[in-house]
C-alpha cells in the first residue's frame, strides 16, 4: 500500500517537474521579449538625447525602467522556480529507493520544502527592491546630466545660428530636389526609359555579328526585320523636337531646355544610324551566308594559331617546334586574308553611337568629357586628377566620394531616395560653388565645374531606399562598359 503512494508521489512530482521546466522556458521567452523592448528603448531614448525632445524622453526613461523591472522580477522568478526543480529532483531521487518507507518523514520533507521556499522569496524580494532603487538613482543622475549638456547648447546663439542657416539652404535644395521628383515629371522613371533606350541603341553596333548568327533564309529574314525595327526606334527616339507628342529617347518635353546642348549630338548619332539601316537592307541572303562562313573560318582560325602557339612553347624538339611555327605562320596570314574580306562586306562597320550623354567629342583628338580612372588602391588616380586640373586652371574639381551617393538615415527621414540623394548632391554643390565662391551660372543654368567621383563603384551599392539600379544610367554616364575605351580619354 505505501509503495503504492510513493510511485503516485513520485508521478505527482514528475508532473510538477514537467510544469515548472515548461514555465522557465516560458520565463525565458518574457525575459527575451523584455530584453528587445529594452534595447529598443534605450535606443529611442539616444535618438531623443540627439533631438532635444525632453518629454519623450521621460516616457521613454520610464519604460525603460518598467521594462527593467519586469526583467529583474521574471529573472528572480526564474531561479524561484529552478531552485524549487532543483528541491523536487533531489526529493525524488531521495525517496525513489528509500531503506525505509513511512508517511511522517515525507510531510517533515515537504514542511521543510515549503518553508525554505517562503524564506528564500522574501529575500530575493528585498534585493530587488534594492537593486531598482540603485538603478533608478543613476538614471536619474544621468538624465540630469544630459538635460544640462542640452541647456548648455541650446543657449550658445552661434550654434543656433549656423543650425538655422545651414537648415535654411538644405529646405531650399530639397525644395528643388523634390520639384524634379515629382510634378509632370517622374525623374526616376525618366532615368530608366533613358537609361534602356541608349542600352538598346548601343546593341546596334552588334548588329554585324547578329546578322551572322541564323540558320536558314526564313530566320535571316526575320533577323534582319528586327534589326531593321530596331533601327528606326533608334532614330525616331533621336531627335529634339518638343511638343505634346514628342520626346527624347522616350522621355517628353522636360528636355525642351537642352534642345540647343542636345541637338547636334543627337543629329550626329541618327545620321550614323540611318546608314546602318541602309547598310541592313542592302545586305542580301548571300552576302550575310558568306559573312557567317568568314566568321566560322576567323573562329577555327584563332584557335588553330593558340594551339600551335602552345605547342611550340611545350615542345622541346626544334625541328618540331619550327614546324608549330610554320603553321602559327600559314594561319596568320590566312586569318589576314578573312578579315580583309570580311571588311568588305560592310554592315555598320563606321558606327558611332556613344552615349550622348557623355558629351561631344572634341573634333581635334575624339575624345570626350569624361574619363576612368581604374587601378588598386595606393596608384595615384586621385592624385593624377588633382594634378591635372591644377595644371589646365580651367574649371573647380570638386570630389565626391561615391559611397556619400547612398542615402543615409537623415536622407531616409526626409524621403530623399538613391537617386534623390544624387541630385540633391549635385545640387548643393552648384550652390556652394555659386553662393560662397561667386562662380557665375552660364547660359544654360548650371555651374560649370570637374566633378570627380572617387571609389565611383560604391555609389549607391548600399542602398537602403529605393532601387540603386534607378541610378544605373548615372554610373554609365561616368563609366560606360569598356575599359579600353575609356582608356582612349587618358
Not at 509503495?3 to 510544469?19: A, C, G, I
Not at 515537504?110 to 527592491?129: G, P
Not at 542636345?262 to 559573312?291: F, G, H
Request: proline share 2%.
Amino acid at each position: 500500500m505505501l509503495k503504492n503512494k510513493l510511485e503516485l508521489l513520485t508521478k505527482e512530482f514528475t508532473t510538477l517537474k514537467e510544469k515548472i521546466t515548461a514555465k522557465l522556458q516560458q520565463k525565458d521567452n518574457t525575459i527575451t521579449e523584455t530584453n528587445t523592448k529594452l534595447t529598443e528603448s534605450n535606443r529611442k531614448l539616444e535618438e531623443l538625447t540627439k533631438e532635444n525632445t525632453a518629454n519623450e524622453k521621460e516616457n521613454l526613461v520610464k519604460e525603460r525602467d518598467r521594462a527593467r523591472k519586469n526583467e529583474l522580477e521574471l529573472m528572480e522568478d526564474t531561479t524561484k522556480l529552478e531552485t524549487v526543480l532543483d528541491q523536487a529532483s533531489s526529493f525524488t531521487s531521495e525517496y525513489s529507493n528509500p531503506p525505509f518507507l513511512n508517511r511522517r518523514l515525507m510531510e517533515q520533507q515537504k514542511e521543510r520544502l515549503t518553508k525554505d521556499l517562503e524564506k528564500l522569496t522574501q529575500q530575493q524580494t528585498e534585493a530587488k527592491i534594492e537593486r531598482h532603487r540603485q538603478q533608478l538613482e543613476k538614471d536619474q543622475a544621468e538624465i540630469k546630466k544630459q538635460i544640462t549638456n542640452l541647456a548648455t547648447i541650446l543657449n550658445d546663439n552661434t550654434v543656433i545660428n549656423n543650425f538655422n542657416s545651414q537648415k535654411e539652404k538644405n529646405e531650399r535644395i530639397v525644395k528643388e530636389c523634390k520639384e524634379l521628383l515629382s510634378g509632370a515629371h517622374n525623374l526616376q522613371e525618366d532615368c530608366q526609359t533613358l537609361a534602356k533606350f541608349f542600352t538598346k541603341t548601343s546593341e546596334l553596333k552588334n548588329t554585324k555579328r547578329k546578322l551572322s548568327s541564323f540558320e536558314n533564309k526564313e530566320d535571316f529574314e526575320n533577323l534582319k526585320q528586327d534589326l531593321i525595327s530596331q533601327c528606326n526606334t533608334s532614330i525616331a527616339g533621336l531627335q529634339t523636337q518638343t511638343g505634346a507628342n514628342t520626346s527624347v529617347g522616350g522621355v517628353c518635353i522636360i528636355w525642351d531646355d537642352f534642345v540647343d546642348h542636345l541637338k547636334s549630338i543627337l543629329d550626329d548619332a541618327r545620321s550614323e544610324i540611318e546608314k546602318l539601316k541602309r547598310d541592313i537592307e542592302r545586305t542580301t541572303y548571300d552576302v550575310a551566308r558568306k559573312l557567317k562562313r568568314l566568321k566560322l573560318e576567323e573562329k577555327s582560325l584563332q584557335k588553330s594559331i593558340e594551339e600551335n602557339m602552345k605547342r611550340a612553347q611545350n615542345e622541346k624538339d626544334p625541328e618540331k617546334k619550327r614546324r608549330f611555327l610554320i603553321l602559327v605562320d600559314d594561319d596568320k596570314k590566312k586569318l589576314a586574308n578573312n578579315l580583309e574580306e570580311q571588311k568588305k562586306i560592310r554592315i555598320g562597320d563606321n558606327l558611332n553611337i556613344d552615349d550622348p550623354s557623355r558629351g561631344k567629342p572634341d573634333p581635334g583628338n575624339k575624345k570626350d568629357n569624361n574619363a576612368l580612372f581604374y587601378g588598386t588602391e595606393g596608384t595615384g588616380k586621385t592624385s593624377i586628377v588633382r594634378k591635372l586640373t591644377y595644371e589646365t586652371d580651367c574649371y573647380p574639381l570638386v570630389e565626391v566620394k561615391g559611397s556619400s551617393l547612398s542615402p543615409n538615415k537623415l536622407d531616409a527621414d526626409i524621403g530623399i531616395d538613391a537617386l534623390g540623394k544624387f541630385i540633391f548632391t549635385l545640387c548643393d554643390i552648384e550652390h556652394t560653388l555659386e553662393d560662397d565662391f561667386g562662380l557665375p551660372r552660364e547660359t544654360n543654368g548650371e555651374v560649370r565645374y570637374i566633378l570627380f567621383v572617387d571609389e565611383a563603384d560604391l555609389v549607391s551599392k548600399d542602398a537602403r531606399l529605393g532601387e540603386y539600379t534607378y541610378l544605373v544610367f548615372l554610373k554609365e554616364c561616368m563609366e560606360q562598359i569598356s575599359k579600353e575605351k575609356q582608356a582612349e580619354n587618358l
